[in-house]
């Protein structure tokens, strides 16, 4: 299994021996999303040292401060220059927990800006895109994508109204749910609503999570409680549903994507 969100920079006891037990364990790689320009750096070094395991995803966690131009540019060209090592642009998207105060110091166009800035990269060079976009800002995030024309997109840990979803859903782009899947209804409704070819799990490690995963550390070891919640919420054998997300994981962030899709659009 594959692990589609992780920020493995955050993860600081030793990784060989981590990974070697996550891959004893039967995951089989993740994908490492970055926070920031500094984040981003860790998580090329990262791919380097673990070049089969991590899929490498860089740029600018929108729960923060919007990146200075200085910062912005330097991670518009080190996208452009890593860009065989990557496997998609994020995280990246609008803020939604920390949008009080960040609305009180920034201005929302600013983080709209600098998100169609990176989906506008995407393009440019062809990468899938990772959003952290949820409630009200889900669906504002759909309409930069759509605005852009951004073939590829993951939501991660999504949380949208019905509607939102299902237009998220119809527009090709694929969702993931987390360990919250296992105890909480709104992502159980969410996972029933995600056609089976778009759905990925993750773990967005190392966030704690509550439920059966209390005082439990995050890691793509929860891969395996989480697939098989969804095996019985989706009625699914627990193989072809691990088999499924596997493959999905796959198809959107390892090369060919653009190709394959855009064979099938047209
Ligand atoms: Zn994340």
Redesign the pocket.
């Known amino acids: 299994m594959i692990d589609a969100?992780?920020?493995l920079d955050q993860y600081h006891s030793n990784l060989d021996e981590a990974i070697l037990r996550w891959q004893e364990n039967g995951i089989e790689a993740v994908v490492a999303?970055a926070?920031n320009l500094q984040s981003s750096y860790e998580i090329l070094k990262l791919k380097q040292r673990f070049p089969e395991f991590v899929y490498a995803a860089i740029g600018h966690?929108p729960e923060a401060p919007p990146p200075a131009s200085m910062e912005l540019a330097e991670l518009l060209d080190l996208i452009k220059q890593e860009r065989k090592h990557l496997s998609a642009i994020?995280?990246i998207g609008l803020p939604t927990y920390q949008k009080k105060e960040l609305y009180d110091r920034y201005k929302e166009e600013e983080y709209i800006s600098v998100l169609e800035v990176f989906l506008q990269m995407a393009k440019e060079i062809k990468l899938p895109v990772?959003l952290?976009a949820v409630h009200e800002e889900a669906k504002k995030a759909l309409t930069c994508l759509k605005r852009q024309q951004i073939p590829h997109a993951h939501f991660?840990?999504l949380k949208a109204r019905e509607d939102v979803v299902s237009d998220i859903v119809s527009s090709g782009y694929y969702v993931s749910v987390t360990p919250e899947v296992c105890y909480r209804e709104r992502d159980q409704k969410l996972a029933r609503q995600i056609p089976m070819d778009q759905l990925l799990i993750?773990t967005?490690g190392p966030?704690k999570y509550h439920g059966p995963f209390k005082d439990r550390e995050t890691s793509p070891l929860l891969l395996k409680e989480i697939s098989e919640c969804l095996s019985n919420i989706l009625t699914i054998p627990i193989h072809s549903l691990r088999e499924k997300v596997t493959t999905n994981t796959k198809r959107f962030y390892t090369e060919g994507t653009y190709e394959i899709r855009n064979s099938v659009n047209t």
């Open positions: 969100h992780i920020h999303v926070s966690h994020g995280e990772v952290h991660h840990w993750e967005d966030w």
